[in-house]
């Protein structure tokens, strides 16, 4: 059954995250028939509507710098009667990627959002890592700054839930060195990335060990490190 774009509606949609036969149908039908797609790098969502072989719609450039004003804008063209598909660069859009004004806009004023769900690195590798996945807090990207990760890190030492975090390529092996500085040698991690591409990876178990795994790997991409409370073991 196909999903045709209503007027006067925003739809959030999930995108692969590496993919691309993860995009369901349903995404692609309301991608296809939506007036404007609101998207976090218009090249980026350029080229994958013309690899998924969908009419490129009117795209329009939302990203962390400009979504205070972008949002405002797009609210207005949804009060107008345009649909509006939301869309980050890989997948589910306002978790670590922006969104979230447009959205809480569109409820203040009773627009009706709907979402498209698909592809969420966090949660895709939270279900292979082996860890506790019942309850889980998911942080994201902690500060750049060594001092207010370790600060994180020591808070929660004794948290109750399995802790998810994003990581850029370029901190993860000071990320796990201070985490390994806080938490111990022993403590129960997991890091995956490219996940659901050729080259994914995922390692669970001692955080050194999964550190010289990770390490020993060519590095690329975004990382999903996920950290047990204190005293799991595998």
Same mark, same amino acid.
């Given at each position: 059954?196909?999903?045709?774009?209503?007027?006067?509606v =925003?739809?959030?949609?999930a995108?692969? /995250?590496?993919n691309? %036969?993860d995009l369901? !149908?349903?995404?692609r039908?309301?991608?296809s028939?939506?007036g404007? /797609?609101?998207?976090?790098d218009?090249?980026v969502?350029?080229?994958?509507?013309?690899?998924?072989? /969908?009419p490129?719609?009117?795209?329009?450039?939302?990203r962390?710098?400009?979504?205070?004003t972008?949002s405002?804008?797009?609210?207005s063209?949804?009060?107008?009667?345009?649909s =509006?598909?939301?869309?980050?660069?890989a997948?589910?859009?306002? *978790?670590?990627?922006?969104?979230?004004?447009?959205v809480r806009a569109?409820? $203040?004023?009773?627009?009706?959002?709907r979402?498209?769900?698909?592809?969420?690195a966090?949660?895709?590798a939270?279900a292979v890592?082996g860890l506790?996945s019942?309850?889980?807090?998911f $942080?994201?990207?902690?500060p750049?700054?060594s001092?207010?990760?370790? !600060?994180?890190?020591?808070?929660?030492?004794d948290f109750?839930?399995? =802790? *998810?975090? +994003?990581?850029? $390529?370029h901190?993860i092996?000071?990320?796990?060195?201070?985490?390994?500085?806080?938490?111990g040698? %022993?403590?129960?991690?997991?890091?995956a990335?490219?996940?659901?591409?050729k +080259?994914?990876s995922?390692?669970?178990?001692k955080?050194?060990v999964?550190? %010289? !795994?990770?390490l020993?790997?060519?590095?690329?991409?975004? +990382?999903v $490190?996920?950290?047990?409370t204190k005293?799991? %073991? =595998?």
């Amino acid at each position: 059954m196909s999903s045709v774009a209503e007027r006067g509606v =925003l739809y959030v949609v999930a995108t692969p /995250i590496g993919n691309l %036969d993860d995009l369901s !149908q349903r995404a692609r039908d309301i991608l296809s028939s939506v007036g404007s /797609i609101a998207c976090e790098d218009t090249r980026v969502t350029g080229n994958l509507l013309a690899k998924l072989g /969908i009419p490129k719609p009117r795209l329009v450039s939302y990203r962390d710098e400009n979504e205070k004003t972008v949002s405002e804008k797009l609210l207005s063209s949804i009060e107008e009667g345009t649909s =509006l598909a939301l869309v980050s660069d890989a997948g589910t859009p306002t *978790i670590s990627d922006p969104g979230f004004r447009l959205v809480r806009a569109c409820r $203040v004023v009773g627009i009706p959002v709907r979402s498209i769900p698909g592809p969420s690195a966090a949660v895709a590798a939270l279900a292979v890592s082996g860890l506790p996945s019942d309850r889980f807090f998911f $942080v994201g990207f902690l500060p750049p700054k060594s001092a207010a990760r370790r !600060q994180f890190f020591t808070s929660y030492a004794d948290f109750s839930h399995t =802790l *998810i975090f +994003y990581e850029s $390529v370029h901190r993860i092996e000071k990320f796990l060195s201070e985490l390994i500085e806080v938490l111990g040698e %022993d403590r129960t991690i997991s890091v995956a990335r490219e996940l659901t591409k050729k +080259y994914e990876s995922s390692f669970s178990g001692k955080a050194t060990v999964v550190k %010289d !795994q990770v390490l020993s790997q060519s590095r690329k991409g975004e +990382y999903v $490190v996920i950290v047990a409370t204190k005293g799991f %073991d =595998l």
